[in-house]
């Protein structure tokens, strides 16, 4: 990140990734203003896709036994839901879901 943003301080970045309290619903509803802006009219459309993530242990956070498409099966797993909008070539997440 600190390579493409011109004058970014190191120690501060860290900082923001790690210790930095945020509110990342609000980032995400600022993304999709933003992005509404940009990528907005005829020929664009909201993308939802859900989809699940192998876990083999259930000490991660809703891990339970449901289906994974991504796998074709009922198994143990994480399932979440994006949104991304898109205009062409270009397309970028607005919001997400964890199940």
């Known amino acids: 990140m600190e390579e493409h943003v011109i004058g970014a301080d190191d120690q501060a970045l860290q900082y923001l990734l790690t210790e930095a309290q945020r509110d990342s619903q609000a980032v995400m509803d600022q993304v999709a203003q933003e992005t509404n802006q940009l990528l907005r009219g005829d020929e664009s459309c909201l993308l939802l896709d859900e989809s699940g993530f192998e876990k083999k242990s259930e000490h991660f956070v809703g891990v339970v036994r449901q289906w ?32």
């Open 68 to 99: 994974n498409g991504r796998l074709g099966k009922v198994d143990n797993c994480q399932v979440g839901v994006f949104a991304a909008l898109r205009r062409g070539a270009r397309a970028t997440l607005i919001d997400y879901r964890s199940m």
